[in-house]
């Protein structure tokens, strides 16, 4: 069985977790044995065996973000002839998947990390090409052999968004976590080289620049933080000058008031990040849309109590009271995931935050227990027999 995994990010250009999820499901479905997988990525070329890379087309240079991943997406199409099931990850290689479909006559499995639907603030980065990205996730949607949720809440936005598929071909596979890769190493060396004192409380944030992740409601909520905690963001990649601009006036007001404020914009190798979540009082996870959040597994694998919005797939990851705690938080139904009261939002995630600092060896045991879940639970062998037996089945029909 040959199996072609479709997606706009894969080792070593990963920017969030759906990269992460392809690059460890694939590792973890070549080690089996019973299969070929072969890897379609954006990008530089790669000296992988079975990866094949694909640049933007010259033709298409200056023209709308939106269509120039169609562009690469033709050409990954082509490159899948041979290949007895497509899965392709994100609406980025959604187009490809469902070229590669229709041409070769083969099943077209989507993985769902996130729905553009739920996403529409989007329109402010993309314009038209939103309009477009949405035509291609709903086309490829509908048409798919199988569609692979990563919890049980991205289940549920997937037929809330896409009501005419059957629920029969919507799967729950969660997103997973490497236990050795992602474990606590103490490291107060390199975590003063970054900038943070490995002496004093910290709070880390670790995502992109986006509406979905909250970052300006946590930073508002770190107001109320005694002053000794760190604030620790590892934060980049923003998805327009506005947002950008927010988030350094927020973070420029927070350090006006306190000290220990740490803002890491470049892409962190992931032995720093681990060092920094191992020596973390408390990781946050402010998202208001997360349809899982493997942040949340990676801070449990690095034994770090977490505090998360109680949204998405996180409360299906994070158990309150024991592995961290969930902040409530009531959300429009327009998609946005905007809290209906922010102020409160705010004040509830700040004293979530406040009863993890002010507890070290209840954040401790928290920390351990998050460990011990994530390595029982999320381990990718089982999240890639569970990912095969979906294949058997769209190729048994």
């Given at each position: 069985m040959r199996i072609d995994v479709l997606s706009k990010e894969y080792p070593p250009e990963i920017y969030g977790g759906a990269g992460v999820h392809v690059a460890e499901?694939?590792?973890?479905?070549?080690?089996?044995?019973?299969?070929?997988?072969?890897?379609?990525?954006?990008?530089?070329?790669?000296?992988?065996?079975?990866?094949?890379?694909?640049?933007?087309?010259?033709?298409?240079?200056?023209?709308?973000?939106?269509?120039?991943?169609?562009?690469?997406?033709?050409?990954?199409?082509?490159?899948?002839?041979?290949?007895?099931v497509v899965h392709s990850h994100t609406w980025y290689a959604n187009f490809a998947g469902h070229v590669a479909s229709v041409l070769y006559g083969v099943p077209h499995v989507v993985s769902a990390?996130?729905?553009?639907?739920?996403?529409?603030?989007?329109?402010?980065?993309?314009?038209?090409?939103?309009?477009?990205?949405?035509?291609?996730?709903?086309?490829?949607?509908?048409?798919?052999?199988?569609?692979?949720?990563?919890?049980?809440?991205?289940?549920?936005?997937?037929?809330?968004?896409?009501?005419?598929?059957?629920?029969?071909?919507v799967h729950v596979v969660h997103n997973g976590i490497d236990p050795d890769t992602w474990s606590p190493v103490v490291d107060?060396?390199?975590?003063?080289?970054?900038?943070?004192?490995?002496?004093?409380?910290?709070?880390?944030?670790?995502?992109?620049?986006?509406?979905?992740?909250?970052?300006?409601?946590f930073l508002r909520s770190c107001a109320a933080l005694p002053p000794e905690v760190q604030v620790v963001l590892c934060a980049g990649a923003p998805d327009t000058p506005e947002i950008e601009a927010e988030v350094e006036q927020l973070a420029a007001d927070l350090a006006a008031s306190r000290t220990g404020v740490v803002w890491i914009r470049e892409m962190?190798?992931?032995?720093?990040?681990?060092?920094?979540?191992?020596?973390?009082?408390?990781?946050?996870?402010?998202?208001?849309?997360?349809p899982l959040g493997i942040v949340n597994l990676e801070a449990m694998a690095c034994q770090t109590a977490v505090v998360a919005t109680a949204t998405g797939g996180i409360p299906e990851v994070v158990v309150p009271g024991e592995t961290g705690l969930l902040v409530p938080i009531?959300?429009?139904?327009?998609g946005t995931g905007t809290p209906l009261d922010p102020e409160q939002y705010v004040a509830d995630f700040a004293a979530a935050l406040n009863e993890v600092v002010a507890d070290p060896a209840r954040a401790d045991a928290m920390g351990r227990a998050g460990r011990e879940r994530a390595v029982a639970s999320f381990g990718w062998p089982a999240i890639a027999e569970k990912t095969v037996e979906v294949y058997r089945a769209v190729l048994e029909g």
């Open positions: 499901l694939v590792r973890a479905l070549r080690a089996r044995g019973d299969l070929e997988a072969r890897v379609h990525a954006f990008g530089a070329p790669r000296d992988e065996p079975l990866t094949a890379s694909y640049a933007e087309p010259a033709e298409l240079a200056g023209a709308n973000a939106a269509l120039r991943t169609l562009g690469v997406d033709l050409a990954i199409a082509a490159g899948c002839d041979g290949a007895d990390h996130s729905l553009e639907p739920m996403r529409p603030w989007k329109a402010e980065q993309l314009g038209g090409g939103y309009r477009l990205s949405s035509w291609v996730e709903r086309t490829s949607y509908l048409a798919a052999s199988a569609v692979i949720a990563v919890s049980g809440a991205m289940r549920d936005d997937v037929l809330r968004s896409y009501p005419e598929i059957d629920p029969a071909r107060p060396d390199r975590v003063r080289a970054l900038g943070v004192d490995p002496d004093r409380p910290s709070v880390v944030f670790v995502g992109r620049i986006t509406r979905q992740k909250g970052l300006p409601l962190l190798p992931r032995a720093d990040v681990v060092a920094l979540l191992t020596a973390a009082t408390a990781f946050a996870c402010p998202s208001v849309y997360e009531e959300q429009a139904t327009d």
